[in-house]
């Protein structure tokens, strides 16, 4: 959702570069947590925040100098899953597909091609990183070729054009 780039100002304040597609959820956030990418996540109390300059300033209850401020430095900003906004038909959160086995299906048979090791956003088409037994493809996020994605069996059909997963390797 959110990671803390530095100390904002000597009340304590931190500012964090947005990580979501909902910026304006900020304005309501109470409770969340933050985590480096290797560690237990920690709970913190949001007593105010507010968007500035294309990031989002974050005051936590308990942080009350540059100090307390600077251990929060590359920290991630995090929600509970159950309190993710419901996205709709045909959106999904990156950690969603993360995981998720990619299939084609033709004629009947299925042919596994992989696990989905990350999402890579690119401004237009998302790519998906499939680790392959021949290695990594890249596979384009889009609905004529992502037939049908089904996050709670971690499954993707894929419909590729041809010579498309050759092509990456």
């Not at 950690?95 to 042919?111: F, Y």
């Not at 696990?115 to 401004?123: A, D, I, K, L, Y």
């Amino acid at each position: 959702m959110a990671c803390i780039v530095r100390p904002q100002g000597r009340r304590g304040e931190v500012t964090a570069e947005i990580l979501t597609d909902f910026p304006e959820r900020f304005s309501c956030l109470r409770d969340v947590y933050v985590q480096r990418p290797s560690g237990p996540p920690q709970a913190l109390r949001v007593e105010n925040a507010w968007l500035h300059k294309g990031r989002v300033v974050l005051k936590f209850s308990g942080v009350d100098s540059i100090a307390q401020a600077e251990t929060l430095r590359g920290l991630h900003v995090l929600i509970p899953r159950e309190e993710r906004i419901p996205l709709g038909a045909h959106q999904y959160y990156f950690w969603e597909l993360e995981g998720c086995r990619v299939i084609i299906e033709r004629e009947g048979t299925a042919r596994e091609v992989g696990t989905v090791t990350s999402v890579e956003p690119t401004g237009g088409v998302d790519l998906l990183h499939v680790s392959t037994p021949r290695g990594e493809v890249l596979i384009p996020l889009a609905q004529d070729i992502c037939k049908r994605i089904d996050t709670k069996t971690k499954t993707i059909v894929i419909d590729p054009p041809e010579d498309l997963l050759e092509l990456n390797e």
